[in-house]
């Protein structure tokens, strides 16, 4: 019976420690829960652009992927192979189907997509939009460049490059909005702060490698006390590299080269020094403040609540995104990224 | 022996589950622990603005404590007490002796304020400026609301309110900027996108009640056909409100007051009819995300990492904290917050 009664206290004892265990940790796991912000792996967000194949997108959706791992959720992305709105908005149609926690949209064009939009947004949907906005949406927020503040420190850094003085070109794409906005933020900035340089002629790159490569000669040789060309995309910057490379100025004087966006063959560029410097857009924060904007709207946890009239801003309704000037010195920090 | 035998599988059975139960709830503790964004309760985070004692601080603040709450993080307000820089700059230098974890500061004026700041930057505490700025500073971002488009959005509203039709004029404060630009916003407006309604003046309510009561009574008088008065601050719009509840008109129509801010006098002049519609500033957003902001520097989670040259954007660099429109069918959820 002692035996008996030893085994029983025992057990007992195991029982209530047990129990006391599980309480402790529920307790624990409780005031977890009341701190620190995090969702749930079942919840899942979805990023949605058009060319998905470009390297481009890899930098915001990385982003988009380093909030979702901080918050404990899921993401997925999908693209429209093409540049075509139509294959958009089935892509967007098909996401709402699938009832995501929220969708972030990079739009083909400001307007077509309006109504996918506006779309997932009445069905429960929260939708934000970045580095290409779509106005008059009812999509909570845009997260992405100021172009014309991009042009104003491309020019800023070619005066420093070239001393203050001295001809400078444009090599763009004329006639797109955000290609016109850095255009106009560069030469606006060159005539008003540094009276001794001159915009001497803003040409058609024509977003093509060779084509650029060819204008870039044609200028050097139009404009022979030419000393610095901003190019304002990376396809052309490439071009203009090859041109200054295989182009002997014969003024003595190496052109100098400030180009756009940080793909492989810019950052190559710019560590072998054919490339002065280049403009990176804050594509990550693009992406990561995007996912965690939906997952504040998903979660309620934003103040105002967001109301059926649309009166309330529930969000930031415009983040500028900045840009950082890359140059050999810090080229590193951009690959792979 | 038989009992025995029973008693010592249950003993063993009991103390299996115990320990499985504990390997599980190690497991999902570690896991939430890679999971979640979440701080330390020792770290601090620090608000400093002027004027301590205004109700306008509230807001933003009651975002700054909801931000920390999420993340388990502490914070601490500081004011300057009076409307005086050189307050300020003893308030801030008062904080970095403290090194806190990150500073929201709402600068006082756009320059005196920047070697105090810079300081702090220095000392690597982080520093995120909200609601006024110091352009120039070291400060990593800035929080704000755009007042060309809050005028842009008071313009439209006063032409939903009055039929897109009618005289209207402006209550302001010549002279400073943020009052500058909601008139302009509100006056380019109603220039270009309502040809049936005109400004016929711009007047001065000296930020006082009396003297803005003063001057819409005058303005009723000389404009007989005046339908509405944007009113661009909330003391102002106390003064045009008592000047509309205590003069007839004569013309049968009730005069319209569209007004700035959300104080309690504001909102209780909604309620009751006297004024139409407020602009509410996103003021919880603003100390929401300035101490997202500073976690996220403060844990290195951004992506550039800050750099010294300054040449790294790390975090979106200028967010429109953006406007809500308050009438009588929202306003209760403006009072409190």
Redesign the interface.
């Known amino acids: 019976m002692k ?2 009664l030893l ?2 206290i ?2 007992i004892a ?2 209530a ?2 129990v006391l ?2 309480e402790y ?1 529920s307790q ?2 409780s005031s ?1 829960e009341n ?4 969702g749930d792996l079942g919840e899942t967000y979805m990023m949605i652009t058009f060319q998905s194949g470009l390297e481009y997108w890899k930098s915001p959706l ?2 988009f992927e ?1 909030a979702a ?4 959720v899921t993401v997925e992305y999908r693209g429209a192979t093409r540049y075509d709105a139509k294959e958009q908005i089935t892509v967007i149609e098909q996401a709402i189907a699938r009832k995501p926690a929220g969708i972030a949209i990079s739009a083909i064009d400001p307007k077509s997509l309006i109504p996918a939009i506006n779309k997932a947004v009445e069905a429960d949907i929260p939708v934000i939009l970045f580095d290409a906005d779509a106005p008059g949406s009812q999509a909570y927020s845009f ?1 992405g460049t ?1 172009n014309y503040k991009a042009g104003v420190t491309a020019a800023d850094k070619m005066a420093e490059l070239l001393g203050r003085e001295g001809e400078v070109a444009v090599l763009t794409l004329p006639g797109q909005q955000n290609h016109e906005e850095r255009t106009n933020g560069f030469r606006e900035t060159i005539q008003q702060r540094y009276p001794n340089m001159q915009v001497v002629e803003i040409a058609d790159g024509h977003g093509d490698t060779l084509k650029s490569r060819d204008e870039t000669i044609r200028m050097m040789k139009a404009h022979p006390k030419l000393a610095g060309i901003f190019v304002t995309e990376a396809t052309g910057g490439a071009g203009a590299g090859e041109a200054v490379q295989n182009t002997d100025p014969g003024n003595g004087q190496k052109l100098r080269i400030i180009s756009f966006d940080t793909n492989k063959a810019t950052l190559d560029l710019i560590q072998n020094g054919t490339i002065s410097a280049t403009i ?1 857009q ?1 594509t ?2 693009m992406g ?2 995007s996912l ?1 904007y939906l997952f504040h709207l998903h979660h309620h ?5 967001p ?1 059926p ?1 649309g ?3 529930p ?13 050999r ?2 080229v590193d ?2 690959y792979a ?1």
Chains 1, 2 share one sequence.
């Open positions: 035996k008996m085994i029983y025992v057990l195991a029982f420690l047990y265990r599980f940790t624990v796991n977890w701190r620190g912000l995090r990385k982003g380093d791992d901080a918050l404990g997260l100021d990176a804050g990550w924060n990561y403040w965690q946890l934003t103040v105002p609540a109301s009239s009166e309330n801003a969000l930031p309704v415009t983040v500028d995104t900045g840009i950082s000037v890359v140059t010195s810090n920090d951009y990224k």
